[in-house]
Nanobody, 125 residues
Framework: QVQLVESGGGLVQPGGSLRLSCAAS????????MGWFRQAPGKEREFVAAISRSGINTYYADSVKGRFTASRDSAKNTVYLQMNSLKPEDTAIYYC??????????????????WGQGTQVTVSS
């Protein structure tokens, strides 16, 4: 089973950019589809983006489509979330998650068995 560690969060002004990283341990990273979720204070955890095992297929929530890009580097066992044109409503703790194999329910928290500890993203002037 993989272990996940996120990094790259911080404070950024509206319109700015951040790149989150999620480093996975283990030798079977390519067997895992990866997801990004976020949770704002007082709200439920919500789907942000997902990427298939191969990296060919990516999926996005409507609220981030066109602004966020998920990618993965199998040589580094790392998945990334490039976030551009950030808005105050993007403020949340961002989590990466892993599931063994691809799934049509990539948007559901229940589809993922392993989670990172989260990294805070704050968008504010």
């Amino acid at each position: 089973q993989v272990q996940l560690v996120e990094s790259g969060g911080g404070l950024v002004q509206p319109g700015g950019s951040l790149r989150l990283s999620c480093a996975a341990s283990g030798r079977t990273f390519s067997s895992y589809a990866m997801g990004w979720f976020r949770q704002a204070p007082g709200k439920e955890r919500e789907f942000v983006a997902a990427i298939s095992r191969s990296g060919i297929n990516t999926y996005y929530a409507d609220s981030v489509k066109g602004r966020f890009t998920a990618s993965r580097d199998s040589a580094k066992n790392t998945v990334y979330l490039q976030m551009n044109s950030l808005k105050p409503e993007d403020t949340a703790i961002y989590y990466c998650a892993a599931r063994l194999g691809d799934s049509t329910t990539y948007y559901a928290t229940r589809a993922y068995g392993t989670w990172g500890q989260g990294t805070q993203v704050t968008v504010s002037s």
